[in-house]
């Protein structure tokens, strides 16, 4: 049986992109996608990343320095936001757009107009969001938590916070169904599961955790906005509701979030490392294995954020040795990555610098996480700086270290150009130099007591809260040089080839450099 | 012009909806489900 279809649905031949803005707000191309969702995250990181300099420099000293206390909220919270829903996970969806149908060997995603406006709805959320600061009562300043009562005094800018979190959770949902159809349904013949590059599989797993936990949030505000408009009282004790099932719900989707942001990374790191070691990856089932175990231990440890509310003994018993339990999984994927190197012909150039990096430091953020995993000690650092610094240790030089050693990975595959080695590496030292001079005296201040979310201190904390602000600014600096990098060599530089690293292995290395407009129109065979 | 899609094509258009229309059924579900549970708790 065959269907006669118009050549509009199938135009691949005959034709590379348009031209003007008409190219970028109707494609439907992955490539352009991606580059849309990563210049649109790399946007979202400077405008996240000065809202953390305006909270850095209001706390290089005690008192009230430039901003009012209220204004300081607005800025934590709403750099959560962005820095989460407009940076990190943008880059990983744009870096999973331009990655998987190559690494697949599939022409385009399963679905590309759906891709086209998942992509296209977050300008338009982000736009809402940020214009609440401007609003009578400023934007949301009740962290990126959004935990009730108190989020429920949020001013005008409630109901437009909350459409916009909407709207965010349908973009991702409909990047994840894109990228699970794109892989059940377009892999090249002979690609069975279980030879996928990592990367790809990492993203599998992080889309079904997507669309598990996005509609848990989308639920989670839409009850808030009917607590405050439309007189239900799902999370006010005055009505029957409880103000702490909306923290067990808001956590049953925050904590599978914490993965959707770093399994992505894991799976970046695991193409890297082997392509400069110049050995296959250590244990690679082992590495599907322990993601997959990721995932699921996801979903059973959340309390561990809320162990200060109360609970019972079994409970605390429970959330914590789950946590645990999680060191387990993720210890396998560290070993993995160092078993590749050990006795590998080791190069380091900057996405294998940025890589190493990652392993060293995101374990750092790991040790400090089975700290907060006990019960116990957990209350003493409940709010305090040592979380702050132990979450920053996971998502800077964890998942974005990772979305910068993918791009330096994959730019000359993109461009066609290498990038400037020379500034690539000063860019790598700067940055990890700059990231632990801002984080690491956080453990410090944290363990002393400072809580979050305060623009004022004690007196005894004012050096290391002058160190971090000094590193926040050298990190913040450092990271021009990385759009420098970025633009130069997307305007030119050295050829690059086909293979771009001499140890790099999958079938997007087999496409030419820069990659062609459609890829695969023949789908490759798979050994 | 027009051209004829094969039955291997169309049997992956299909698939490609399946997949979707079932991924989209499932994040409503849980959408859905999470607001009534919450409510039948209080």
Known sequence: ?527 | MTRTRTTEEQARRRGIIRTATLLALLALGFYIAFILVTAASN
Not at chain 1, 49 to 60: N, Q, Y
Request: proline fraction near 6%.
């Open chain 1, 1 to 527: 049986m065959s269907a006669v279809i118009h050549d509009t649905d199938h135009h691949h031949d005959d034709h590379g992109p348009a031209y003007g803005w008409k190219r970028w707000l109707f494609t439907t191309n992955h490539k352009d996608i991606g580059t849309l969702y990563l210049f649109f995250s790399l946007t979202m990181f400077f405008v996240g990343g000065l809202m953390a300099l305006v909270i850095r420099t209001e706390l290089f000293q005690p008192g009230l320095q430039i901003v009012d206390p209220h204004f300081f909220n607005q800025m934590t919270s709403m750099h959560a936001l962005v820095m989460i829903f407009g940076a990190v996970m943008p880059a990983f969806v744009g870096l999973a757009n331009w990655l998987v149908p190559m690494m697949v060997g599939a022409p385009d995603m399963a679905l590309p107009r759906m891709n086209n406006w998942s992509f296209w709805i977050l300008p338009f959320a982000f736009t809402l969001l940020l214009l609440t600061l401007f609003l009578p009562g400023g934007g949301p300043a009740a962290g990126w938590t959004l935990y009730p009562p108190l989020s429920l005094q949020t001013g005008a800018a409630f109901p437009f916070a909350i459409f916009a979190i909407h709207l965010l959770g349908i973009s991702s949902v409909m990047g994840a169904i894109n990228i699970i159809a794109t892989i059940f349904n377009l892999r090249a013949p002979g690609m069975t599961l279980m030879k996928m590059p990592l990367f790809v599989w990492t993203w599998l797993i992080t889309a079904y955790l997507l669309i598990a936990v996005m509609p848990v949030l989308a639920g989670a505000v839409t009850m808030l906005l009917t607590d405050k408009f439309f007189g239900t009282t799902f999370f006010s004790a005055t009505g029957g509701g409880d103000p702490v099932m909306y923290q067990h719900i808001f956590w049953f989707f925050g904590h599978p979030e914490v993965y959707i942001m770093i399994l992505p990374a894991f799976g970046i790191i695991s193409q890297i490392i082997p392509t400069f070691s110049r050995k296959p990856l250590f244990g690679y089932s082992s590495m599907v294995y322990a993601t997959a175990s990721i995932a699921f231990l996801s979903f059973i440890v959340w309390a561990h954020h809320m162990f200060t509310v109360g609970m019972p003994l079994a409970g605390q018993l429970f959330f914590m040795f789950s946590t645990m339990l999680i060191a387990v999984p993720t210890g396998v994927k560290v070993f993995n990555w160092i078993a590749t190197m050990w006795r590998g012909s080791l190069t380091f150039e900057t996405p294998m610098l940025f890589a190493i990096a990652f392993v060293i430091l995101f374990t750092i953020g790991g040790f400090s996480g089975v700290m907060l995993a006990i019960t116990p000690a957990d209350i003493q650092y409940h709010d305090t700086y040592f979380v702050v610094a132990h979450f920053h240790y996971v998502l800077v030089p964890g998942a974005v270290f990772a979305i910068i050693a993918g791009v330096y990975y994959w730019l000359p595959k993109w461009t066609g150009h290498m990038y400037d080695e020379k500034l690539g590496k000063a860019h790598f030292w700067l940055s990890t130099i700059f990231v632990n001079v801002l984080f690491f005296p956080q453990h410090f201040v944290g363990l002393a007591g400072m809580p979050r979310r305060i623009p004022d201190y004690s007196l005894q904390f004012i050096e290391f809260n002058q160190i971090s602000t000094i590193g926040a600014f050298g990190f913040g600096f450092s990271q021009l040089l990385f759009l420098y990098l970025v633009i130069k060599c997307v305007r030119g530089g050295e050829k690059a080839t086909s293979q771009v690293w001499e140890g790099a292995e999958g079938l997007e290395w087999t496409l030419p450099s820069p990659a062609p407009y459609h890829s695969f129109e023949t789908q490759p065979e798979v050994k």
